[in-house]
Each structure stands twice: as C-alpha cells, then as structure tokens.
C-alpha cells in the first residue's frame, strides 16, 4: 500500500510559474516510477511527466522545456516544477507512483492548478 499526497496548487496568472510536490509513503520499492498526469474538464486524464528512480525523465508535448520533474529518493517525493504557465494548464494536477514489478498503480487525490488570462 502506497499513500501520496499532492500539494502546491493554487491560481496563477498565465506567465507565472507553480510548483508542485508529492509526498509519497507506504510500501514503496527502490525501484519505481513516479509522474505527473493532469485532467480538465471535461477531458480524459493525460501525461504530464515521468521520472525513473535514476532520474530519467520525459515530458508530454506540450509542457517541453517549460515544466521540470524531479525526486528526492531520500524524502520519498517528486516535485513538478511549472513555468511560463498557460491557461490550457488549468487541470487538475494528480501524483502516481508504480512500483517495479507491480501492476498496482498509486494515485494521489490530485491538486488544482487555475492558470487565468
């Protein structure tokens, strides 16, 4: 069993920046990934990012070379950090977590990220 907990969100004017952490605890493996996925109204849930225990990450299309994931192994959690923020970033942020191995994906309850105009 895995618990993670997301917090940072809030309201941002478009431009700004956010930063996001999960906290993760419970029965978690050395070896794990853990991302960020996202989900507006209305939308399916997407991909974010994905980081590897080593540190090998990669991004969905869209928030190349503006959002930064990374992970302190030692605290058990992962940081989404948000630049140049859009309005199309507005989504409901969630924290996940898959030990290697496992079949069991984590979820976090999720945190809201309000980009306006």
């Known amino acids: 069993q895995v618990q993670l907990v997301e917090s940072g969100g809030g309201l941002v004017q478009a431009g700004g920046s956010l930063r996001l952490s999960c906290a993760a605890s419970g029965s978690i493996f050395r070896l794990n990934t853990m991302g960020w996925y996202r989900q507006a109204s209305g939308k399916p849930r997407e991909l974010v990012a994905l980081i590897t225990q080593g540190g090998m990450t990669s991004y969905e299309d869209s928030v190349k070379g503006r959002f930064t994931i990374s992970r302190d192994n030692a605290k058990n959690m992962a940081f989404l950090q948000m630049n140049s923020l859009k309005p199309e970033d507005t989504a409901v942020y969630y924290c996940?977590?898959?030990?290697?191995?496992?079949?069991?994906?984590?979820w976090g309850k999720g945190t809201l990220v309000t980009v306006s105009s």
């Open positions: 996940n977590l898959l030990n290697l191995g496992s079949d069991i994906v984590y």
